[in-house]
């Protein structure tokens, strides 16, 4: 089991940043990727941000290139998303998610708003 906890999520205006943080805790040795995907009450949930646990390596919708960076601290066990000049289209609820080999744990999501 995996239990994923989530913070950082707020009210920004567009331009500024955001940094959302996701603790995973149980059994934290079995994961091999963690990202965030965002939803709002029109969309289906999409993927921000996906990083491999063991090597690092990232990858990001195209709508976050160059904005988002994910990135995750292997003594803490939590990954973060910092979130670089948001923009109104950024708004939704972000959740963070693990991966093993059988299964997909997800946070409880956190809202994310800016304001235009």
């Known amino acids: 089991q995996v239990q994923l906890v989530e913070s950082g999520g707020g009210l920004v205006q567009a331009g500024r940043s955001l940094r959302l943080s996701c603790a995973a805790s149980?059994?934290?040795?079995?994961?091999?990727?963690m990202g965030w995907y965002r939803q709002t009450p029109a969309t289906q949930r999409e993927l921000v941000a996906t990083?491999?646990?063991?090597?690092?390596?990232?990858n990001y919708a195209d709508s976050v290139k160059g904005r988002f960076i994910v990135s995750r601290d292997r003594a803490k066990n939590t990954v973060s998303l910092q979130m670089n000049s948001l923009k109104p289209e950024d708004t939704a609820v972000y959740y963070c998610y693990a991966r093993d080999g059988s299964n997909t744990y997800w946070g409880q999501g956190t809202q994310v708003t800016v304001s235009s």
């Open positions: 149980g059994s934290i040795y079995s994961i091999n990727a």
């Open positions: 990083i491999s646990t063991r090597s690092g390596s990232a």
